[in-house]
């Protein structure tokens, strides 16, 4: 995140007192296609989803929001240990990309809906390596398969998207496996919550929450499950 304060502009206003205006690009979001490939859900009652697009902040406040979604944690994927904190993530230079660890019930939520959620409002597939004002390798577009039917899954609806030609560009979104998740520091946890006010959250990321509510108001959930209330 450049996660430089954003000026109050009077878009950001109107946005803090209930009119909140599109992140630009995303004005009308639409859902796309669900996947024609996806998991079977077995005997197990939870699986575990690791997606970067962008800050953070965003897109664990986006499944939060989500039906069959039991945690949803902000942190770092696709370095090291040693790498995985804010300051040296932020330089861009640790293979790390800022994404969102998502715990969710395969029987009340697919592996392919959760794809279809990020595609659909959580980020924009087609940035290459940033997301809105934040340019970096760690703020890229991608996918960390826990499986390899996961990594199946994802691979499918990627060629399944970009076939039918659902972007007007191509999607950049990476699959990238075998890479271990470290969760972020506490102050960045559940920070869409419990600061709906913050300008970059009103201008980027509350737009976000408002499509969820409207493309797929069967999955939206109003009180979201919080990192810091241990749910």
Request: hydrophobic share 40%; charged share 20%; glycine share 8%.
């Amino acid at each position: 995140m450049s996660k430089s304060v954003l000026a109050f502009t009077a878009a950001a206003v109107l946005a803090v007192v209930g009119l909140t205006r599109a992140v630009p690009g995303t004005e009308k979001a639409r859902a796309i296609p669900a996947p024609a490939v996806d998991e079977q859900a077995g005997a197990a009652t939870s699986e575990v989803a690791v997606l970067a697009g962008g800050c953070f902040w965003g897109v664990q406040g986006v499944y939060q929001h989500l039906k069959g979604v039991v945690s949803a944690v902000s942190g770092y994927a696709g370095g090291d240990k040693n790498t995985a904190e804010y300051e040296r993530v932020s330089t861009g230079r640790t293979g790390h990309a800022e994404s969102v660890q998502v715990t969710f019930d395969p029987h009340k939520i697919t592996y392919g809906r959760l794809l279809q959620v990020y595609f659909s409002v959580a980020h924009d597939p087609t940035e290459l390596n940033r997301q809105g004002p934040d340019v970096g390798t760690q703020y890229r577009s991608a996918i960390f398969p826990a499986t390899e039917e996961q990594a199946s899954v994802a691979k499918a609806y990627i060629a399944q998207l970009d076939q039918a030609r659902v972007f007007k560009a191509p999607i950049v979104t990476g699959i990238e496996s075998g890479r271990t998740f470290y969760p972020a520091e506490a102050y960045h946890q559940d920070f869409l919550t419990l600061n709906p006010t913050y300008p970059y959250i009103v201008y980027n990321d509350l737009p976000k929450i408002e499509n969820l509510k409207r493309l797929f108001p069967e999955l939206y959930r109003a009180n979201p499950v919080l990192v810091r209330a241990g749910q």
